[in-house]
Protein backbone atom coordinates (compact mmCIF):
# COMPACT_ATOMS: atom_id res chain seq x y z
CA UNK A 1 0.00 0.00 0.00
CA UNK A 2 1.28 3.24 -0.86
CA UNK A 3 1.52 6.85 1.35
CA UNK A 4 0.45 9.80 0.65
CA UNK A 5 1.67 11.59 -2.27
CA UNK A 6 3.95 14.71 -2.40
CA UNK A 7 0.94 16.68 -3.06
CA UNK A 8 -1.69 15.39 -1.04
CA UNK A 9 1.26 16.02 1.79
CA UNK A 10 1.20 20.20 0.39
CA UNK A 11 -2.73 19.69 0.69
CA UNK A 12 -2.62 18.62 4.54
CA UNK A 13 -0.16 21.54 5.28
CA UNK A 14 -2.23 24.49 3.32
CA UNK A 15 -5.52 23.40 5.13
CA UNK A 16 -3.73 22.80 9.16
CA UNK A 17 -2.45 26.46 8.10
CA UNK A 18 -5.97 27.67 7.21
CA UNK A 19 -7.30 25.92 10.38
CA UNK A 20 -4.13 27.50 12.43
CA UNK A 21 -5.56 31.06 10.81
CA UNK A 22 -8.99 30.72 11.78
CA UNK A 23 -8.44 29.73 15.53
CA UNK A 24 -6.14 32.56 15.88
CA UNK A 25 -9.09 35.05 14.59
CA UNK A 26 -11.39 33.73 16.88
CA UNK A 27 -9.51 33.89 20.10
CA UNK A 28 -7.86 37.11 19.09
CA UNK A 29 -10.26 39.35 17.07
CA UNK A 30 -12.61 41.66 19.64
CA UNK A 31 -15.78 40.33 19.31
CA UNK A 32 -18.56 42.76 18.00
CA UNK A 33 -20.30 45.47 20.40
CA UNK A 34 -23.92 45.47 19.87
CA UNK A 35 -25.50 48.86 19.67
CA UNK A 36 -28.83 48.30 19.06
CA UNK A 37 -28.99 46.67 23.02
CA UNK A 38 -27.80 50.03 24.22
CA UNK A 39 -29.89 51.82 22.07
CA UNK A 40 -32.91 49.61 23.53
CA UNK A 41 -31.65 49.88 26.74
CA UNK A 42 -32.27 53.70 26.52
CA UNK A 43 -35.00 53.43 25.41
CA UNK A 44 -36.43 50.97 28.60
CA UNK A 45 -35.43 53.50 30.88
CA UNK A 46 -36.70 56.09 28.90
CA UNK A 47 -40.01 55.04 29.16
CA UNK A 48 -40.20 53.89 33.05
CA UNK A 49 -38.88 57.65 33.58
CA UNK A 50 -42.35 58.91 31.18
CA UNK A 51 -44.72 56.18 33.36
CA UNK A 52 -43.17 57.44 36.82
CA UNK A 53 -43.76 61.21 35.46
CA UNK A 54 -46.96 60.11 34.24
CA UNK A 55 -48.21 58.75 37.64
CA UNK A 56 -46.82 62.07 39.31
CA UNK A 57 -48.97 64.48 37.18
CA UNK A 58 -52.04 62.45 37.28
CA UNK A 59 -51.88 62.58 41.06
CA UNK A 60 -51.05 66.27 41.15
CA UNK A 61 -54.34 66.73 38.90
CA UNK A 62 -56.12 64.60 41.28
CA UNK A 63 -55.24 66.13 44.60
CA UNK A 64 -56.17 69.74 42.72
CA UNK A 65 -59.16 68.64 41.47
CA UNK A 66 -60.52 66.87 45.03
CA UNK A 67 -59.39 70.55 46.89
CA UNK A 68 -61.06 72.59 44.10
CA UNK A 69 -64.51 70.53 44.41
CA UNK A 70 -67.12 71.65 46.49
CA UNK A 71 -67.33 70.49 50.54
CA UNK A 72 -63.53 69.67 50.16
CA UNK A 73 -61.79 69.45 53.83
CA UNK A 74 -59.39 72.45 53.30
CA UNK A 75 -55.75 72.27 55.16
CA UNK A 76 -54.57 75.39 55.91
CA UNK A 77 -51.07 76.28 56.51
CA UNK A 78 -49.62 75.67 59.88
CA UNK A 79 -49.55 79.49 61.98
CA UNK A 80 -46.69 80.59 63.22
CA UNK A 81 -46.96 83.20 66.35
CA UNK A 82 -46.90 85.92 64.46
CA UNK A 83 -50.02 85.08 62.21
CA UNK A 84 -51.90 83.22 64.78
CA UNK A 85 -55.28 83.78 65.29
CA UNK A 86 -56.69 85.14 68.35
CA UNK A 87 -59.04 82.27 69.06
CA UNK A 88 -55.25 80.70 69.63
CA UNK A 89 -53.53 83.07 71.81
CA UNK A 90 -56.37 82.68 73.90
CA UNK A 91 -56.18 78.70 74.29
CA UNK A 92 -52.66 79.23 75.08
CA UNK A 93 -53.12 81.74 77.38
CA UNK A 94 -55.31 79.52 79.09
CA UNK A 95 -53.00 76.67 79.70
CA UNK A 96 -50.24 78.91 81.05
CA UNK A 97 -53.23 80.42 83.57
CA UNK A 98 -54.41 76.95 84.48
CA UNK A 99 -50.43 75.67 84.63
CA UNK A 100 -49.80 78.24 86.99
CA UNK A 101 -52.86 77.57 89.16
CA UNK A 102 -51.66 73.96 89.41
CA UNK A 103 -48.33 74.66 90.68
CA UNK A 104 -49.64 77.14 93.02
CA UNK A 105 -52.45 74.98 94.68
CA UNK A 106 -49.77 72.02 95.00
CA UNK A 107 -47.39 74.21 97.11
CA UNK A 108 -50.05 75.42 99.08
CA UNK A 109 -51.26 71.36 99.87
CA UNK A 110 -49.91 70.34 103.48
CA UNK A 111 -50.60 67.08 104.66
CA UNK A 112 -50.08 64.99 107.94
CA UNK A 113 -48.62 61.73 107.03
CA UNK A 114 -49.75 60.25 110.29
CA UNK A 115 -53.34 61.72 109.98
CA UNK A 116 -53.82 61.41 106.23
CA UNK A 117 -56.08 59.26 104.24
CA UNK A 118 -55.29 57.96 100.97
CA UNK A 119 -57.10 60.75 99.46
CA UNK A 120 -55.66 63.30 101.35
CA UNK A 121 -52.48 62.16 100.03
CA UNK A 122 -53.52 61.89 96.58
CA UNK A 123 -53.74 66.15 97.24
CA UNK A 124 -50.07 65.75 96.82
CA UNK A 125 -48.02 66.24 93.77
CA UNK A 126 -46.97 63.03 91.71
CA UNK A 127 -49.55 60.84 94.00
CA UNK A 128 -52.11 58.75 92.96
CA UNK A 129 -53.90 56.32 94.35
CA UNK A 130 -51.87 53.35 94.01
CA UNK A 131 -48.78 55.12 95.77
CA UNK A 132 -51.11 56.88 98.18
CA UNK A 133 -52.14 53.23 99.45
CA UNK A 134 -48.69 52.09 99.49
CA UNK A 135 -47.48 55.25 101.56
CA UNK A 136 -50.70 54.23 104.13
CA UNK A 137 -50.07 50.60 104.38
CA UNK A 138 -45.65 51.37 105.16
CA UNK A 139 -47.01 53.77 107.16
CA UNK A 140 -49.72 51.04 109.40
CA UNK A 141 -46.11 48.63 109.50
CA UNK A 142 -44.17 51.20 111.11
CA UNK A 143 -46.51 52.53 113.51
CA UNK A 144 -46.20 56.46 112.36
CA UNK A 145 -44.04 58.12 110.58
CA UNK A 146 -41.31 59.89 113.05
CA UNK A 147 -39.34 61.77 110.10
CA UNK A 148 -41.15 63.11 106.86
CA UNK A 149 -37.52 61.35 105.30
CA UNK A 150 -38.93 57.80 106.23
CA UNK A 151 -41.20 58.48 102.62
CA UNK A 152 -37.86 57.06 100.72
CA UNK A 153 -38.21 53.97 101.81
CA UNK A 154 -41.86 53.40 100.59
CA UNK A 155 -41.38 51.31 97.32
CA UNK A 156 -41.00 53.72 94.26
CA UNK A 157 -40.43 56.50 95.91
CA UNK A 158 -37.40 58.14 94.80
CA UNK A 159 -35.41 61.84 95.34
CA UNK A 160 -37.02 63.11 92.50
CA UNK A 161 -41.08 62.33 93.81
CA UNK A 162 -39.75 63.22 97.17
CA UNK A 163 -38.15 66.53 96.80
CA UNK A 164 -41.38 67.21 94.98
CA UNK A 165 -43.84 66.82 98.16
CA UNK A 166 -40.86 67.55 100.80
CA UNK A 167 -42.29 71.10 101.81
CA UNK A 168 -46.03 69.77 101.45
CA UNK A 169 -46.04 67.07 104.37
CA UNK A 170 -45.45 67.32 108.20
CA UNK A 171 -45.34 64.70 110.35
CA UNK A 172 -46.33 64.58 113.98
CA UNK A 173 -44.57 62.28 116.07
CA UNK A 174 -46.77 61.82 119.19
CA UNK A 175 -49.48 60.09 116.71
CA UNK A 176 -46.41 57.50 116.42
CA UNK A 177 -47.52 53.95 118.03
CA UNK A 178 -44.81 52.30 120.21
CA UNK A 179 -43.83 48.46 120.84
CA UNK A 180 -43.68 47.31 124.15
CA UNK A 181 -40.41 45.91 123.32
CA UNK A 182 -40.53 43.52 127.31
CA UNK A 183 -44.02 41.69 126.18
CA UNK A 184 -44.55 42.21 122.29
CA UNK A 185 -45.02 38.67 120.76
CA UNK A 186 -42.33 37.35 118.39
CA UNK A 187 -45.16 38.22 115.54
CA UNK A 188 -45.96 41.83 116.79
CA UNK A 189 -41.98 42.61 116.86
CA UNK A 190 -41.13 40.91 112.88
CA UNK A 191 -44.00 42.29 111.63
CA UNK A 192 -41.97 46.09 112.42
CA UNK A 193 -40.07 46.84 109.07
CA UNK A 194 -36.96 47.61 110.91
CA UNK A 195 -36.88 44.23 112.44
CA UNK A 196 -36.63 40.45 110.67
CA UNK A 197 -37.62 37.14 111.78
CA UNK A 198 -34.01 36.28 112.99
CA UNK A 199 -33.54 39.42 115.19
CA UNK A 200 -37.24 39.74 116.56
CA UNK A 201 -36.32 35.80 117.95
CA UNK A 202 -33.21 37.15 119.17
CA UNK A 203 -35.32 39.34 121.68
CA UNK A 204 -37.49 37.27 122.85
CA UNK A 205 -35.01 34.49 123.52
CA UNK A 206 -32.98 37.50 125.43
CA UNK A 207 -35.92 37.65 127.55
CA UNK A 208 -36.78 34.45 128.15
CA UNK A 209 -33.40 34.37 130.20
CA UNK A 210 -34.95 37.20 132.28
CA UNK A 211 -33.67 40.25 130.76
CA UNK A 212 -35.11 43.23 130.21
CA UNK A 213 -34.04 46.03 128.09
CA UNK A 214 -34.49 49.49 130.05
CA UNK A 215 -33.21 51.68 127.51
CA UNK A 216 -31.92 51.72 123.50
CA UNK A 217 -28.85 50.76 124.51
CA UNK A 218 -29.88 47.59 126.09
CA UNK A 219 -30.94 46.05 122.48
CA UNK A 220 -27.26 46.30 121.73
CA UNK A 221 -26.63 43.00 124.12
CA UNK A 222 -29.15 41.17 122.29
CA UNK A 223 -27.73 39.24 119.06
CA UNK A 224 -27.77 40.53 115.65
CA UNK A 225 -28.81 44.00 116.64
CA UNK A 226 -26.34 46.73 115.35
CA UNK A 227 -25.90 50.40 116.09
CA UNK A 228 -27.99 51.08 112.78
CA UNK A 229 -31.02 49.04 114.04
CA UNK A 230 -31.04 50.65 117.06
CA UNK A 231 -31.19 53.95 116.02
CA UNK A 232 -34.01 53.50 113.67
CA UNK A 233 -36.19 51.38 116.21
CA UNK A 234 -35.30 53.40 119.01
CA UNK A 235 -38.89 55.79 118.28
CA UNK A 236 -40.94 52.87 117.75
CA UNK A 237 -40.40 51.04 121.40
CA UNK A 238 -41.34 51.70 125.04
CA UNK A 239 -39.77 49.94 128.06
CA UNK A 240 -42.82 49.51 130.41
Not at 77 to 100: F, G, H, I, N, Q
Not at 106 to 116: D, G, I, P, T
Request: positive net charge; proline residues 4%.
Amino acid sequence: MKGPTRRQWRGYLVLCAVLLAVLAAAVLWPAPRHGNETAGNSLFEKAIEEYADGIDSATTARRQRHYASPGARQYAPRRTDSTARPSDRLRDDRRERLARHREEYFRSVSVELNSADTAELQRLYGIGPAFAVRIAKYRDLLGGFVRKEQLLEVYGMDTVRFSGIADNVTVDPSQVRRIAINSATLDELRRHPYLDYYQARAITDYRKKGYRIEKPDDLLLVSLIDEATVRKLQDYIQFN
